[in-house]
């Protein structure tokens, strides 16, 4: 599907057309979440859906929201990436902690990328309902630059992550081979709470905090 839809990614294709694929893949992955994907497959969509993820040059004569309504697409489409079941064999020792942290790794840079921005004036600051310095050397920075729904949006991925850690065998032998990546996804879904002040995301984040130390536990 995404080979057939390669045009609607091309230089020369609207965002528009972008977008529209964008939202054929998420349905096409959604559909698959049972059945699972293969760790290869995982990897190669996540990378190309972070690339979606990241700043866009403006295009000319559209609406200026455009490319960042291209940049939501590819966040549900990670966000549905992460609900799905990574296919592995069982005599693959190294299964989980491979597709542990590769669900990590992807849901972090999402975010992250979601938050990017071009080069704009450090000056200009935001008033969304986030109470952090508009900086990007802080994932809470990049936040603040973000309305309340797109912040939602990123918070969906990380809770997505989270819940795809249901899904992955509890190995003993693995156990302490994925500690330090889920320490240190915990510390940076705890951050994203400080400087939230709207009561929507807060729940949201609350909820979400509660499902990582119930997924979190087993490990």
Not at 114 to 136: K, L, V
Not at 174 to 182: A, C, E, G, K, P
Request: net charge negative.
């Amino acid at each position: 599907l995404v080979q057939e839809l390669g045009p609607a990614f091309s230089d020369e294709a609207s965002y528009a057309s972008r977008c529209a694929a964008l939202y054929c893949i998420f349905g096409a992955i959604e559909g698959c979440s049972e059945a699972g994907l293969s760790y290869k497959i995982t990897n190669l969509l996540g990378n190309f859906f972070l690339g979606q993820c990241g700043p866009l040059e403006p295009e000319d004569n559209v609406d200026e929201d455009t490319d960042e309504e291209v940049r939501d697409a590819a966040l549900l489409c990670l966000s549905a990436l992460m609900r799905t079941r990574i296919q592995e064999p069982p005599i693959h020792h190294d299964a989980i902690q491979q597709a542990v942290q590769l669900h990590l790794d992807l849901a972090r840079k999402g975010v992250e990328r979601r938050c990017a921005a071009p080069d704009e004036d450090e000056d200009m600051q935001y008033d969304h309902g986030y109470d952090f310095p508009a900086t990007r050397t802080d994932i809470r920075g990049g936040l603040s630059s973000l309305p309340r729904s797109r912040r939602s949006l990123c918070f969906d991925l990380v809770r997505s992550a989270i819940d795809g850690l249901a899904q992955a065998p509890n190995d003993p032998l693995q156990i302490t081979s994925v500690t330090s990546h889920l320490a240190s996804f915990a510390s940076f879904a705890g951050n994203c709470i400080h400087g939230e002040s709207d009561p929507r995301c807060l729940m949201q984040l609350l909820q979400m905090l509660h499902a990582m130390q119930t997924n979190m536990l087993p490990f």
